[in-house]
């Protein structure tokens, strides 16, 4: 069986990415194509307003290659350059991406899982800083901002797996669920955020993204000029006339 990544649409506003290559969902470089090719349709289509990433199988992500790394070392191109910008592509994603972590969760397939707005595990999920297991460095920046400095270390300098209830205690993942639930929740859970006033959610993402490197005055900066622009939105206008009348809001980004 052929690695690929799906990409599908479960409801109007809402888009599915499962990384699919057995055994343990390592993402060469093929795959990072086809992933970014993925998230450049998500980016360009305004009517999907939330993405679940996942994986297919016993995996969540092992991360990088480890034969294409090896070639590396012997004058081939480095995977580790366009790994990270995949990461920062996922990051930096216009809409929220929630990851549903279905299993194993190693080394890169952690960071990635670091890069999406919210975490749903499922119950048998497991956790690895794998980059102290191979003589390489990961994640350290990411997890200490995420989870604080003493759950990160003891993670990173470890190189132990973790289960999905840890994690859940040092704020890795906000919900933890049974494996045949996940698929659901973390679909539930986008359809939730894509019925939200789409500018709003954008916004809100932008905001609360770099609100940890603000002082109060950046931070009341960045609020008053999204909120500026948002408060003359037709959205806005929307949601008071839809509370006036008593019915559900529709919103059409804009």
């Not at 205690?169 to 789409?198: C, H, N, Q």
Request: glycine share 6%; hydrophobic share 45%; proline share 5%.
């Amino acid at each position: 069986m052929s690695a690929t990544i799906h990409f599908s649409r479960p409801a109007g506003h809402t888009a599915l990415v499962e990384i699919d290559a057995p055994p343990s969902n390592a993402l060469g470089r093929e795959l990072r194509r086809a992933f970014l090719s993925h998230l450049d349709t998500i980016e360009q289509d305004d009517a999907i307003r939330a993405v679940v990433v996942t994986g297919r199988g016993k995996s969540f992500c092992s991360g990088d290659d480890l034969k294409e790394r090896e070639a590396a070392r012997s004058g081939g191109e480095d995977p580790a350059l366009s790994f990270a910008a995949l990461l920062a592509r996922i990051e930096n994603l216009r809409i929220p991406v929630i990851a549903a972590i279905n299993g194993w969760a190693v080394g890169g397939g952690l960071e990635l899982t670091l890069c999406c707005d919210i975490r749903i595990a499922a119950a048998d999920a497991q956790f690895v800083c794998a980059a102290v297991n191979v003589g390489l460095i990961a994640s350290a920046y990411r997890l200490p901002r995420l989870i604080g400095v003493g759950p990160a270390k003891h993670m990173l300098l470890t190189g132990s797996p973790f289960d999905a209830a840890v994690v859940e205690r040092f704020g890795l993942v906000t919900e933890v669920v049974p494996p045949e639930k996940l698929r659901d929740a973390s679909l539930a859970l986008a359809d939730r955020i894509a019925t939200r006033a789409p500018l709003s959610v954008e916004a809100t993402k932008r905001v609360a993204g770099k609100a940890i490197d603000l002082d109060a005055d950046e931070a009341a900066h960045a609020l008053a000029e999204e909120f500026q622009t948002l408060v003359k939105s037709a959205d806005h206008a929307e949601a008071l006339a839809a509370f006036r009348e008593k019915r559900p809001p529709h919103f059409r980004r804009h």
